[in-house]
């Protein structure tokens, strides 16, 4: 109840609405292209350099509290390596037809995550935030609370675009993650359509199930390869032909597709001739959010290294109506 009416007050107070006539910028981890990433300084920063919106990922933690990880083995983007206490933790498990090997966030307390401290993922392309080392796990609702604070504090209305990783896996290993995701959207009145959240996820029918308990903007996510993990007779193909788009919009709101399933590349790396996704989106009634913009030479087209406004800003003129960006600050200086 305090949430709600901290929400009402936020809501009634001078804070500045969205401008959805150009397109969003999401703050992709946060500003993880130069802090580590679903950290406070990664979010801080991100919304320090005029990011619209900030993304955590969520898994579970043992006693069921929703985590903002990019994925549930945090081997790579923690110290629990360096904890002895934890060595007996490290184990191989079998996810989504793979083994995977290192710690995972569901043999762990909240308590215990707290403990642990993130780090760069990529710190070999990252050195300058690979030495921030002193930034802890944050749940959910301490993102959500780092928004509406930064609400308050710039006069400008800050969403977040939560994702939810892996959800018929914890749902497996008894750790199910709508109900409690839906508990926490409503007690921070979230659930609206006009609510300042997206929630993302790549598998169909977690989706489908809060589209029916919840009135906020759904996004289906979507890469050039590969289907939903809960429908593995899908292929993400399928589902941004014309019809499949129009299924789509039965349940989501936004299609969230990877960028080459935009602008293609080319067999030389180069980018190629764009596809018609961003007007069939369009036409079914979708919008379109674009991921992931980096500013490495690895992750851009040959004909865009050193360029990525430039590269942003073709997609900016195809039309899509938001790109995530471990760069905020440079997808918002391209559009502004």
Known sequence: MIRI???????ASPVAAQDMTQPLVIAHRGASGER???????????????????????VMSKDGHLIVRHE?????TTNVADHPEFADRHTTKWMEGRT?????????????????????????????????LDETILTFQQVIDIAREASARTGRVIGVAPELKHPSYFTEIGLPMIAPFVEIVRQNALDAADSPIVVQC??????????????SPLAQLMSPSGGPADLPDILYASMVTPEGLAELAAYADWAAVETAM???????????????????SHAAGLKVVVWTFRAEDIFVPVDYRGDLPGWIRRFYDLGVDAVFSDFPGVAVNARD
Not at 72 to 76: A, K, L, M, Q, V
Not at 262 to 280: C, E, H, K, N, W
Request: charged share 25%; hydrophobic share 45%.
């Open 100 to 132: 995977v090997t290192g710690f995972f966030t569901e043999d762990f307390t909240l308590a215990e995550l707290q403990t642990l401290r993130a780090r760069e993922r990529l710190p070999a392309l990252r050195p300058d935030s690979a030495t921030h």
């Open 262 to 280: 935009v602008i293609p590349r080319t067999p030389a790396g180069a980018a190629g001739t764009p596809t018609s996704l961003v007007a069939d």
């Open 202 to 215: 790549f598998e169909v029918g977690p989706l489908r199930e809060l589209n029916g308990l919840i009135d």
């Open 36 to 58: 580590p990433e679903h950290t406070r300084a990664a979010y801080e920063l991100a919304i320090e350099q005029g990011a619209d919106f900030i993304e955590p990922d969520l």
């Open 72 to 76: 549930n083995e945090i081997g790579g």
């Open 5 to 11: 009416i901290l929400a009402a007050l936020l809501l």
